[in-house]
């Protein structure tokens, strides 16, 4: 998923989507998907700081709004660096 955003010199800026943060039973967890579209999970109490893998979002019905109990609390977007124009 990616978002185009046009900055202050009004050239187009792309952003894809990168992490998802989730909140609940007082406990923040998160979510990283990488540039292949691999999500992996983490939960630095439950997985002793290991990233656990979910699935692919371009191939898996994977629900992002909530990760067990925990709703989505925060959406990063990053910038695509190789395509940044200068």
């Known amino acids: 998923m990616t978002l ?3 900055d202050a010199s009004n ?3 792309k952003y894809s989507f990168s992490d998802i943060i ?3 039973e007082a406990h923040y967890t998160a979510r990283i998907i990488d ?3 691999k999500v992996w999970y ?3 109490i439950a997985d002793n700081g ?3 893998y979910n699935g692919n979002i371009n191939t898996d019905n994977i629900q992002l709004h909530t990760r067990g109990q925990k ?3 925060v959406a990063i977007y990053a910038l695509d660096i190789e ?3 200068s």
């Open 4 to 6: 185009t955003v046009q």
């Open 11 to 13: 050239k187009n800026q």
């Open 22 to 24: 989730y909140f609940g």
């Open 35 to 37: 540039q292949d579209g």
């Open 42 to 44: 983490y939960d630095g």
């Open 50 to 52: 290991r990233f656990s």
């Open 71 to 73: 709703q989505a609390a």
């Open 83 to 85: 395509n940044l124009n």
